[in-house]
């Protein structure tokens, strides 16, 4: 119940492509949805975050849609670069809980 | 120095020594976290601090002892250590807002390797 599902373990897009990452979880009490961004050497930061009252959420070339029903959201990355290869963390926390819950995260390669 | 900073980056030990992981935040924040991040595996929650008291230990083992001095410094104290605990050990921070979506603030990992 507390899982946070991640999709695909790693991802292979061309430049100027769609990335498309998926999460699932089982928790409808899970009320926050954030995406961080990891590089190598670095820790993960946050990139963009959605709350269960919208469907979608764009920032830039990145969009959230939620899926509500589904219990599932996805990680959108139009027209993608090289500089976007990185591990992506999908999470979700409930309430004034601290405690996020992390995917197992998606090594996302964009080729030149 | 801002964001949050953390030492050693690297660190090799034996199963027998005692280290201790250091973490700073410059942000002015009052909770903080350990996390292991470990290959193929979601990043595990271990510890959080919220205005220096712990407020959630994830049945850590007892050979990771954190310490939460004040605000700003979390440590991570090792020993006896095995060696499936080699992983990258991550600090991060946030306002410890209640109530409200808490973005946490991550630090660059500690890399253990216990031989």
């Known amino acids: 119940q507390q899982q946070v599902k991640q999709s695909p373990q790693s991802l292979i897009v061309q430049k100027g492509g769609i990335s498309i990452i998926n999460c699932a979880y089982e928790?409808?009490?899970?009320?926050?949805f954030p995406w961080y961004q990891q590089f190598p050497g670095k820790g993960p930061a946050l990139l963009i975050a959605?709350?269960?009252?919208?469907s979608e959420k764009k920032e830039g070339r990145f969009t959230i849609s939620f899926n509500k029903s589904a219990k599932q959201f996805s990680l959108h990355i139009m027209d993608s670069q090289p500089g976007d290869s990185a591990t992506y963390f999908c999470?979700?926390?409930?309430?004034?809980?601290?405690?996020?819950?992390f995917g197992s995260g998606t090594r996302l390669l964009v080729r030149p | 120095e801002t964001g949050v900073t953390q030492t050693p980056r690297h660190l090799v030990m034996g199963m027998t020594n005692k280290k201790s992981l250091k973490c700073e935040q410059h942000?002015?924040?009052?909770?903080m976290y350990w996390y292991k991040q470990s290959a193929k595996k979601p990043l595990e929650l271990m510890f959080v601090?919220?205005?220096?008291?712990?407020?959630e230990n994830n049945s850590v083992p007892s050979r990771f002892s954190p310490e939460c001095p004040n605000s700003s410094h979390l440590f991570l104290h090792l020993h006896t250590l095995q060696p499936e605990d080699s992983a990258l050990y991550l600090c991060?921070?946030?306002?410890?807002?209640?109530?409200?979506?808490?973005?946490?603030?991550f630090g660059p990992g500690t890399r253990l390797t216990v031989l």
């Open positions: 942000l002015g924040h009052n909770a």
């Open positions: 928790n409808t009490a899970f009320d926050y």
């Open positions: 991060a921070s946030s306002q410890g807002t209640s109530g409200a979506p808490d973005t946490q603030y």
């Open positions: 959605i709350r269960p009252d919208v």
């Open positions: 999470a979700a926390s409930m309430g004034s809980s601290y405690k996020l819950i």
């Open positions: 601090y919220n205005f220096k008291e712990q407020t």
